[in-house]
């Protein structure tokens, strides 16, 4: 069975840092693409990063651009977040999610992912 | 950036209706993009819909999706009591960037 269980969230001041991980297991974790998904209070889904399965290409929202980033370790089936310069838009429940690439009738289609699979997520306030 | 507009925003049915869920991109996409998740409360997102209308491993089919360029629609042909939900929807568009829409929230009547 799949599993995502971030941990890392918490409350930090307005300017600071945090780091969120997700333990991977049950797949194999070197082989996927991973993302890192956040919500709001009371809204919508934001997509903020993306890091292939040899972290290579990575990309970010603009939201987050500079300020935040995202690595793994293969060996340790982990996924990181690295989140600085944080302000009280940031608060949000982030959520990792696996990223599988899209295959229909024998074809696979390069750079066409969806998230097949979620963590229950990590919840990070911060306070102005 | 392609923008995905949900609607409507909150869906008052009963069990057993039918929900139509609808979900326009502001400039036509593949539907290899077009992916549909719900979202209990408390709960992570799931996936249900990807490819426009493949439904995902262990999704009941009662679910289906549709539609093609900008216009696209979760069908859920009988309510059950756990599928009243706020569902997303979201393109991949092959730049690896996601967008989602704004939500559709169905609710009890």
């Known amino acids: 069975e799949v599993q995502l269980v971030e941990a890392g969230g918490g409350h930090v001041q307005s300017g600071g840092s945090l780091r969120l991980s997700c333990a991977a297991s049950g797949f194999a974790f070197s082989s996927y693409s991973m993302s890192w998904v956040r919500q709001a209070p009371g809204k919508g889904l934001e997509w903020l990063s993306y890091i292939s399965s040899s972290s290579s290409p990575i990309n970010y929202a603009d939201s987050v651009k500079g300020r935040f980033t995202v690595s793994r370790d293969n060996d340790i089936y982990a996924l990181y977040l690295q989140m600085n310069s944080l302000t009280a838009e940031d608060t949000a429940i982030y959520y990792c999610?696996?990223?599988?690439?899209?295959?229909?009738?024998?074809?696979?289609?390069?750079?066409?992912?969806?998230?097949?699979?979620w963590g229950q997520g990590a919840l990070v306030t911060v306070s102005s | 950036e392609v923008v995905l507009t949900q609607s409507p925003g909150i869906l008052s049915l009963s069990p057993g209706d039918r929900a139509t869920l609808s979900c326009r991109a502001s400039q036509s996409i593949s539907s290899n993009y077009l992916v549909w998740y719900q979202q209990r409360p408390g709960q992570a997102p799931r996936l249900l819909i990807y490819?426009?209308?493949s439904r995902a491993t262990g999704i009941p089919d009662r679910f289906s999706g549709s539609g093609s360029g900008t216009d696209f629609t979760l069908t859920i042909r009988r309510l059950e009591p756990e599928d009243f939900a706020v569902y997303y929807c979201q393109q991949s568009g092959g730049s690896l960037e996601w967008t989602f829409g704004q939500g559709t929230k169905v609710e009890i009547k």
């Open positions: 490819g426009a209308s």
């Open positions: 999610a696996r990223a599988k690439l899209f295959c229909r009738d024998g074809s696979c289609y390069s750079n066409i992912y969806y998230f097949d699979s």
